[in-house]
């Protein structure tokens, strides 16, 4: 099994489970409004700030980490120097389902990274529509882990050998 693969797994599901617990904790709260906003008190201000922190950190891990390690676990040929080739190459081996979601999810990330402490309207707005693109964050990991579990439980079977390899024989 490859390590770059192993090790960004590792480091995907640390924040999908800590984004999983924001989620459940914060499920009732939405959807949010302006004054909802207001009206938080600093520990669900806490919970909110892990819920973008960790969608914004799993988003990234996955791009940067994960989706080049699954492309080399698959023993894709080409190079990919630009990220949009590796998600069109992801999207056409069947690891991830869409390109233009992710582009989506990516967005929303970057989203993330703007405050707007004065405007609590704009706050609420973000979170609403992040809410349901985290689940789908979550849903895009699941699929990708179940897409390399394939080619790491065969790589394993055969001693390393890619199907290419065995074909070559």
Known sequence: MS?????SLDVCKRHAD???WAMSQLSRKFPLSSDAITA???????VLDQ?????AKLQDAMGAKLFP?????TKEQGSYP????????????????????????REMRNEFSHDYPDDPALQAAILNKAYPLASELLAILN???LFAS????????NNGATKDDLKAR
């Open 3 to 7: 390590f770059t693969y192993t090790a």
């Open 18 to 20: 800590r984004l999983t």
């Open 40 to 46: 938080l008190n600093d520990t669900e201000l806490a």
């Open 51 to 55: 819920f973008s922190t960790r969608f």
């Open 69 to 73: 390690a699954v492309l080399e676990l």
């Open 82 to 105: 630009a990220f949009l080739d590796k998600l069109n190459r992801l999207e056409k081996i069947g690891a991830i389902e869409s390109t233009e979601r992710w582009l989506i999810l």
């Open 143 to 145: 699929k990708i882990q």
């Open 150 to 157: 394939n080619y790491i439980n065969f790589n394993d079977a």
